[in-house]
Nanobody, 122 residues
Framework: QLQLVESGGGLVQPGGSLRLSCAAS????????INWFRQAPGKVHEGVSC????????KYADSVKGRFTISRDNARDTVFLQMNSLKPEDTAVYYC???????????????WGNGTLVTVSS
């Protein structure tokens, strides 16, 4: 059974940066596309970014395009989400999820982590 654990969240000032990690155990991460979602207080889940199994294909939500970068290190069974120029509206719990394809659709995901909280505030 694939297990995913997110880390790297925290409190950061507007304009700052954070790097989130999604580490896998129990099964090799290379067999999955990894998708990041977020849920802000009182709002629905939003797809943020995804990366294909090979790492050659990525997608981003319009709200984060140009500020966030997704990458993966299959040798370390880890996917990263580099978040720059953070805004207060990026405040949310960030979840990584594994599926067959890079789609950023909740219904396509087979495995989920428990999330890591990102708070952007001065």
């Amino acid at each position: 059974q694939l297990q995913l654990v997110e880390s790297g969240g925290g409190l950061v000032q507007p304009g700052g940066s954070l790097r989130l990690s999604c580490a896998a155990s129990g099964y090799t991460l290379a067999n999955y596309a990894i998708n990041w979602f977020r849920q802000a207080p009182g709002k629905v889940h939003e797809g943020v970014s995804c990366i294909s199994r090979s790492g050659r294909s990525t997608k981003y939500a319009d709200s984060v395009k140009g500020r966030f970068t997704i990458s993966r290190d299959n040798a370390r069974d880890t996917v990263f989400l580099q978040m720059n120029s953070l805004k207060p509206e990026d405040t949310a719990v960030y979840y990584c999820a594994a599926g067959w394809d890079c789609t950023i659709r909740r219904s396509d995901m087979d495995h989920w982590g428990n999330g890591t909280l990102v708070t952007v505030s001065s």
